[in-house]
């Protein structure tokens, strides 16, 4: 059974600071990863992808991946109230996705 | 102005009825997928299709049904064998290939009378 795994949460940061998400997965024949944000109420959208070991900046959000540990993680600079919400895992399978249940992230003015 | 559409937003279901919530892209897109959201849970693939006129089941198909007639349609059915449809669903898109981005539309809340 393929898993990802994230923390439920919820994250708590002040507004300004880096929020750090992070996110494990079990299929080792994973070779991309998605994080998706959702509001409450809302659909998912596609912050990032990446494919390769080391970091991807994009703005003030910055996924960092690392398959030797089967790890991913997103890392939020200057965090804005409005970055409130869920923070969901993907990584690719054969044909599908499978996603991790996500992480809840408040960031406090 | 490219995007999926799901209709309708809301839908309410009587016990031992068929509903069909509608999913629509206009990304040219080969892949097709619907998933399943309960509060506080993931995402549950019930049904994805790669290629019109072929889906494959996915982690929780019992009591749904899907077609693919159209590569723009991906029309799924709620039957009344599924005892607890009360969710959000989520209809998505790609191109072909599992490491290709997937797009969500804006979902259809179902609830149970």
């Known amino acids: 059974q393929k898993e990802v795994e994230q923390n439920s949460g919820p994250l708590s940061v002040p507004e300004g600071a880096i929020a750090s998400l992070n996110c494990t997965y079990s299929?080792?024949?994973?070779?991309?990863f998605f994080w998706y944000r959702q509001y409450s109420g809302k659909s998912p959208e596609l912050i990032m992808s990446?494919?390769?070991?080391g970091d991807k900046e994009d703005g003030r959000f910055t996924a960092q991946l690392n398959k030797a540990s089967q790890y991913v993680s997103l890392l939020i600079r200057d965090s804005q109230p409005s970055d409130s919400a869920t923070y969901l895992c993907a990584a690719a399978g054969y044909s599908t996705l499978t996603f991790g249940k996500g992480t809840m992230l408040l960031v406090s003015p | 102005d490219g995007g999926i559409t799901q209709s309708p937003k809301y839908l309410f279901r009587k016990e031992g009825q068929n509903v069909t919530l509608s999913c629509e892209q206009n990304l040219n897109h080969d892949a097709m997928y619907w998933y399943r959201q309960d509060p506080g849970q993931g995402l549950r693939l019930i049904y994805y299709?790669?290629?019109?006129?072929?889906?494959q089941k996915g982690d929780i198909a019992e009591g749904y049904s899907v077609s693919r007639e159209k590569k723009e349609s991906f029309p799924l059915t709620v039957t009344s064998a599924q005892k607890n449809p009360t969710a959000f669903y989520l209809c998505?898109?790609?191109?072909?290939?599992?490491?290709?981005?997937?797009?969500f539309g804006p979902g259809t809340r179902l609830l149970v009378l």
């Open positions: 299709s790669q290629i019109v006129n072929d889906f």
């Open positions: 998505a898109s790609s191109r072909a290939g599992s490491a290709e981005t997937q797009y």
């Open positions: 990446i494919y390769s070991n």
């Open positions: 299929d080792r024949v994973s070779q991309s």
